[in-house]
């Protein structure tokens, strides 16, 4: 499975759109881009996921490049529940493993 | 709503004891995974089972052993705990093939091993 770059921390204005960029410049062509969230003391949280079109649902739209190299998770008006851990995961989900790397820590502030 | 639920949210156990983990699902989902989360590790894959009985190794198996005996239930076993595995334990569960990518998770154990 292709690994993933994010940076490590962000900062966002509560009600401003939040963009989390993911470099996956060795993504191959069977390989979806999942993004998951962690809030402080749970577990992992579904957000959304694409291949190559851009995906919208009710947490967050997805921005896949046209090369597929890179990706950006918007969420459109961030609030401070937002604040939370974001991962982003290539993989082909053959196998149904995941790889969690370190992810964007978001800090949605007032 | 998938509900993945976790027997406890601490738990503090000695060096040498043997400790169980259970979770739970209630969404049929045949893949069930166990995860452990230390900081600046990210998470990281024990042991996964993608239907009952069946069971295959992660990335980082060594010291745990797993159970799936039914399909709603997968544990974890720390045969004897050691201090290096104090940590975050979650679980997970999926559906199986094109449609089930998205992993549900519980909300952990945190356990420690003194």
């Known amino acids: 499975d292709a690994k993933t770059t994010q940076p490590p921390s962000m900062d966002c204005a509560e009600g401003r759109a939040a963009n989390l960029p993911c470099n996956h410049s060795?993504?191959?062509?069977?390989?979806?881009v999942y993004w998951y969230r962690q809030i402080h003391s749970q577990g992992p949280q579904y957000i959304i996921h694409?291949?190559?079109n851009n995906e919208t649902n009710e947490m967050a739209s997805l921005i896949i490049t046209e090369d597929r190299k890179s990706s950006t998770l918007i969420l459109p008006h961030a609030t401070l529940r937002d604040t939370a851990v974001y991962y982003c995961?290539?993989?082909?989900?053959?196998?149904?493993?995941?790889?969690f790397g370190t992810g964007t820590r978001l800090q949605v502030t007032l | 709503d998938v509900k993945v639920t976790q027997s406890s949210r601490y738990l503090v156990k000695r060096t040498g004891e043997k400790v169980f983990l259970e979770c739970v699902q209630d969404?049929?989902?045949?893949?069930m995974f166990w995860y452990r989360q230390d900081p600046g590790l990210g998470l990281r894959l024990i042991y996964f089972?993608?239907?009952?009985?069946?069971?295959e190794k992660g990335d980082i198996p060594e010291g745990y052993s797993v159970s799936r005996e039914k399909k709603e239930r997968f544990s974890l076993i720390l045969e004897s705990a050691s201090t290096n595995q104090t940590s975050m334990y979650l679980c997970?569960?999926?559906?199986?093939?094109?449609?089930?990518?998205?992993?549900?998770f519980g909300p952990g154990t945190r356990l420690t091993v003194t």
């Open positions: 060795t993504i191959s062509g069977n390989e979806y």
């Open positions: 997970a569960s999926s559906l199986r093939g094109v449609k089930g990518y998205e992993q549900y």
């Open positions: 969404m049929d989902h045949e893949n």
């Open positions: 694409g291949l190559k």
């Open positions: 995961i290539v993989y082909t989900g053959t196998a149904s493993k995941l790889t």
């Open positions: 089972s993608y239907d009952v009985k069946m069971k």
